[in-house]
């Protein structure tokens, strides 16, 4: 159990600037940095950062995902983000990865999966940071998995994530999907059947992570899934947001699943920060123990996740993902395209996100060398506690 993490190291936006400048000022400090290089301007933010402070103290990785047919002017903005990447982080290596088989088979994830396993860490580095800004989460979470149990089995290499986040550019930024829904790989974990619960029925939880544009997408996964056979299904809704009406717009673009293929009750939303992942961790951990606690001697839980849209909100979903065993559904994107004709976002061109918010957490490493071994509870308010226990009763 990682009992740190629910209350671990986190940075929002200016703190982490101070943060990187003061940390990787320290000389004895060697940091790796696994990042995406795509057409997102967000893929160079951390990059250019982390190179003012470590100059030739950083390497990088960088993963360029490639999808056939791929639009021309998106691999232009990302060949030119490649160059910028090079330019800042002269050590380093791109790695270009395959989403899909030639059969259509989506199998990114085991391909950076086997990518990174075929690198071990230079015996010199003391920090691994995976930038999540510019990975999909078919390949993001595989090597978030990956590099997070190579560093825990070290004493000095700490782990971070970092996420530059902007839900207007989100939004603008259009994908279409595979008609092959399937678990990410390494996030495909059975139904916990063992011991006392070995005679039990499956019951099976669905969250869906609500986003613009992507009712499709959910549709397929829940189609294929089977989802009117589920013990509940209980969508994740950006509450607080930047824009105090984004849950209410999603609950109102949603309604024919919500209402229709999903039954959705009031009562099972599942709201979380669109800028902190702990919230969203929080959440994932109370309500999954407040489900074993209703289900204990009668069905045996498996819940399963769809983080799609916020990656602030799908890294609190991986998290919680790893350190509870859960399935992640998901369905790979075909393509992507810009629904933006003035390629402006927030008066900002984007070739530069400069409204973009910065998101960072450190999940392992010394730092946490003292921390206690045991927790008797989770944190949370009485008010969350009773909403959760509303959504963990049927």
Not at 194 to 220: C, F, M, Y
């Amino acid at each position: 159990m990682r009992d740190h993490w629910m209350n671990c190291i986190t940075h929002r936006d200016k703190e982490v600037d101070t943060f990187l400048a003061d940390y990787f000022d320290d000389t004895s400090r060697h940091v790796l940095l696994v990042a995406g290089a795509g057409f997102d301007p967000r893929s160079r933010m951390v990059a250019e950062k982390l190179a003012l402070t470590l100059g030739s103290r950083l390497t990088a990785i960088f993963i360029r995902e490639e999808r056939p047919g791929a639009d021309a002017m998106l691999r232009e903005r990302a060949d030119g983000n490649q160059a910028l990447l090079f330019a800042a982080v002269p050590n380093s290596e791109v790695i270009e990865v395959n989403i899909f088989a030639d059969d259509g088979a989506p199998v990114g994830g085991a391909r950076i999966a086997a990518e990174l396993a075929g690198r071990p860490l230079p015996s010199n580095v003391t920090d691994v940071l995976l930038d999540l800004s510019a990975l999909s989460i078919g390949v993001g979470f595989p090597a978030a998995k990956l590099l997070l149990e190579r560093c825990e089995q070290t004493e000095h290499t700490a782990f971070h994530l970092i996420v530059a986040s902007n839900p207007v550019l989100d939004d603008c930024i259009r994908s279409e999907s595979s008609d092959r829904p399937s678990p990410v790989r390494g996030f495909a974990p059975l139904a916990d059947t063992n011991g006392d619960q070995s005679d039990l029925e499956v019951a099976q939880v669905w969250i869906p992570q609500l986003a613009r544009g992507l009712t499709k997408t959910l549709h397929r996964i829940g189609r294929q899934l089977q989802v009117r056979d589920f013990y509940k299904v209980c969508p994740v809704l950006p509450f607080p947001a930047r824009d105090p009406r984004r849950a209410d717009d999603l609950i109102g673009e949603y309604e024919e699943q919500i209402t229709q293929e999903w039954h959705v009750d009031p009562r099972d939303f599942i709201y979380a920060s669109e800028w902190n992942p702990l919230d969203t961790y929080r959440r994932l951990s109370r309500l999954k123990l407040r489900f074993d606690r209703t289900m204990r001697g009668t069905f045996a839980l498996q819940m399963i996740l769809s983080p799609i849209g916020s990656k602030v909100m799908a890294a609190g979903a991986l998290m919680a993902a790893i350190e509870h065993d859960m399935v992640v559904q998901y369905v790979e994107t075909e393509s992507y395209s810009l629904d933006n004709t003035s390629q402006e976002v927030g008066g900002k061109t984007i070739d530069h996100d400069g409204n973009a918010s910065l998101v960072h957490v450190i999940l392992s490493g010394p730092l946490y060398g003292a921390f206690p071994s045991t927790v008797s509870s989770l944190p949370g308010t009485q008010e969350e506690d009773a909403n959760l226990s509303n959504v963990a009763t049927k």
